[in-house]
């Protein structure tokens, strides 16, 4: 069978890869996020992190005096 002018082998259509580094790239920021929020948490001692949060607690809690002129 002779091929007819102008058609030529079939060309293999090509894959769109766009999404794939796009949804790659919201989920390399995603842990990135994540690791950095861990590491962040973790330079600040926990306990320390507790005992400030008790004292500002305290602090709002007790009644506000009028200041005396």
């Known amino acids: 069978m ?4 102008g058609q030529g082998q079939p060309q293999e ?4 890869y766009f999404w794939f ?3 790659g790239l919201i989920i390399l920021v995603i842990v990135g996020v994540f690791l950095l929020k861990g590491r962040e948490m973790a330079s ?3 306990e320390a992190y507790k005992e400030t949060k008790q004292e500002v607690e ?3 809690q ?3 005096q009028p200041e005396q002129r």
């Open 44 to 46: 600040v001692p926990y």
């Open 58 to 60: 305290r602090q709002i």
């Open 13 to 16: 259509t090509k894959k769109d």
């Open 62 to 64: 007790q009644p506000q």
């Open 2 to 5: 002779a091929q007819q002018p």
């Open 21 to 23: 580094y796009v949804g």
